[in-house]
């Protein structure tokens, strides 16, 4: 979604369906909530409601039909205290039915109506992923064009384990060394006897 990125996507490749996925814009609503929850611990810190957000940092970033038992019940009740981290979770909660539509026009009615609803919720994290959301539209509903087939989803797999990879080896003085290591650990090659040719 950076502009920059975008603009060179639409100069060299200009007829291909450019798709913003389910992966990236769940990170935008998961990091909003996170805010809000931060901000919240701070702003009651001492007072009685801060126990109901205590160790809820992961049960509101998981999906809610993940979440099962007691911390359920710690989300349930989080978001009968009407603070602004249940109510935060809830948009981010709503907006997963986005991705059930199959109809186009159904699917901008409801991020419509669903960003209206952000941008009432007075929460300021949530509003600027609504009006993100607004910006994108076009992007965002080339999803339902490509009928949810395509996903970002095996090339952050990929990025991710260049990553550890690059991580694990403490950096490459080469670039041809950081290919061979990548080359043995995303084709699983066996590594050879002698690491060195005096040993």
């Known amino acids: ?32 909530v996170d805010q809000v929850r931060r901000a919240e611990c701070h702003r009651l ?3 009685p409601q ?16 993940r979440v099962r038992g007691h911390a359920k019940r710690k989300l349930w009740g989080l978001l009968r205290t009407k603070l602004a981290t249940g109510r935060a979770w809830m948009l981010k909660e709503t907006f997963e039915d986005f991705w059930r ?16 609803r ?10 600027k992923v609504a009006r993100m959301l607004r ?12 009928k949810g087939e395509i996903s970002n989803g095996p090339v952050e797999g990929l990025n991710n384990k260049i990553r550890v990879v690059t991580r694990r080896s403490y950096g490459f003085r080469t670039y041809h060394a950081m290919e061979t290591a990548l080359y043995h650990n995303l084709g699983r ?11």
């Open 135 to 146: 910006s994108h539209e076009e992007l965002i509903l080339n999803w339902f064009r490509a």
């Open 118 to 127: 952000a941008l009432r919720s007075r929460i300021e994290p949530m509003r």
């Open 101 to 116: 539509y199959r109809s186009l026009t159904w699917a901008r009615a409801f991020l419509s109506v669903w960003s209206e």
């Open 45 to 47: 810190q001492g007072r």
């Open 1 to 32: 979604m950076w502009k920059p990125y975008l603009r060179v996507i639409a100069a060299q490749v200009g007829q291909a369906l450019h798709i913003l996925d389910r992966f990236h814009i769940t990170a935008h609503l998961n990091d909003a």
């Open 189 to 199: 090659l066996p590594e050879p006897p002698l690491t060195h040719r005096f040993c």
């Open 50 to 65: 801060a126990t109901k957000l205590k160790r809820m940092r992961w049960k509101l970033l998981r999906r809610g039909s």
